[in-house]
């Protein structure tokens, strides 16, 4: 239900914005969360944002470096991650979480792979 | 190394009931609400539990969770082969002020 742009390749230093497309119906109730992959590793909570409050919260060890936005008008939230280093490898998820009718309902993207290598 | 605790693996046969724990701090667990997530391998991870006991619309019954002070447990009945996966809890830490993940169970079918 969540579309998220494709798997990229960068160098260490550079930045990297992934996109997640929603329908624009649901868009406004979402609460949206990023979590990340590394290759063969468990899940690491990078960030959340609430679409109508846009207060964006992020894992303190990415502070710094990490922006998460959203553009209501495409009904798509992004994550920008800056002075990416090698271990910043991983796949990237969005989620989006959102209530109707007293329950609680969740979208999924496909998830991104980032790959940070000289 | 996570700051939730999880075993590495569980097994159960079709059928079976099985359980997985997760085990915290007053920090996290103990005070706000756990999170579980069922992940197939090269899959998302897709929520199964939150606020401690509540399950997502379409996530089946035979899924259910508890905590107790700082720890917290995942029950799966009825297992199907299609259960096979990676299950993770989460929680918010109030020291860390971010959501934190276990360290993953593999769950195996037998």
């Known amino acids: 239900q969540l579309v998220q742009s494709g798997a990229e390749v960068k160098k260490p230093g550079a930045s990297v914005s992934v996109s997640c497309k929603a329908s624009i119906n649901t868009f406004m109730k979402y609460g949206i969360h990023w979590v990340r992959q590394a290759p063969g590793q468990g899940l690491e909570w990078v960030g959340w944002?609430?679409?109508?409050?846009?207060?964006?919260?992020?894992a303190r060890k990415l502070q710094g470096r990490v922006t998460i936005t959203t553009d209501t008008s495409a009904a798509t939230a992004y994550l920008e991650l800056r002075s990416l280093r090698p271990d910043d490898t991983a796949t990237y998820f969005c989620?989006?979480?959102f209530g109707s009718g007293g329950s609680l309902f969740e979208h999924r993207g496909q998830g991104t792979l980032i790959i940070v290598s000289a | 190394q996570s700051v939730l605790t999880q075993s590495p693996s569980v097994s159960g046969t079709p059928g079976q009931r099985v359980a997985v724990s997760c085990s915290g701090s007053?920090?996290?667990?103990?005070?706000?609400?756990v999170y579980w997530y069922q992940q197939v391998p090269g899959t998302a991870p897709k929520l199964l539990i939150y606020k401690s006991d509540q399950r997502p619309s379409g996530v089946p019954d035979r899924f259910s969770a508890s905590k107790s002070g700082t720890s917290a447990s995942l029950a799966i009945t009825g297992l199907r082969s299609e259960d096979e996966a990676d299950y993770y809890c989460?929680?918010?830490?109030?020291?860390?002020?971010?959501?934190?993940f276990g360290g993953g169970t593999k769950l195996t079918v037998l």
């Open positions: 007053s920090s996290n667990i103990g005070s706000n609400s």
């Open positions: 989460a929680a918010w830490d109030d020291s860390l002020n971010g959501m934190i």
């Open positions: 944002i609430t679409v109508k409050d846009d207060k964006p919260n992020y």
């Open positions: 989620s989006a979480l």
